[in-house]
């Protein structure tokens, strides 16, 4: 079954009674909305990240630092970021808080950030099958050197480097 998404205008406005199949989605329709989270862990700061499968069509064996996709039809994005933590990385927050929020043009989407924290143990992560194989804690000490030998997904690094003040060490 195609996933089917909630349609939206440039200006966040909901298109009621219109949807976007995920299928024959493409830039030139409507909007659709993505949410993001940054998964710390209560205990220690460390940071969550999840080795992508390689099976993946984009950036294969990387580790990226967040869960997340497309809200589904129905969902807002606070249902939506934690439907997708708990098919990601079968984990729970004991908190969570929208940090950031975007447009981008290029790829029809809003984007809602998150970030949230975790009292499970740290081995309880699981994975989804064609997602994710592997993950890794980072202590926010040991993130500067994290990142610069592991592969990252790019676009995941600089916002790292700011959330964590790496470049001003």
Known sequence: MPEIWDAYDRDRNLLVGKTICRDTFSTDDDYHLV?????????????????????????PQY??????????????????????LREETGLTLSKIKLYYQT??????????????????????????????VDHVWVKPENLQNFLE??????????ELKILFHLDDK
């Open 35 to 59: 949410v993001h989270i940054l998964v710390l862990h209560e205990e220690d700061q460390s940071v969550l990240f999840m080795r992508r499968s390689p099976n993946k069509e984009s950036f």
């Open 103 to 132: 447009t981008e043009d290029e790829h029809q989407m809003h984007l809602d950030k998150f970030i949230g924290w975790t009292r499970q143990d740290k081995e309880r992560v699981s994975y989804q099958e064609g997602e994710t």
């Open 149 to 158: 030998k592991e592969k990252i997904v790019p676009s995941q690094v600089t």
């Open 63 to 84: 580790f990226e630092a967040t869960a997340g996709g497309s809200a589904l039809q129905g969902e807002n994005s606070d249902q939506a970021i934690l439907r997708e």
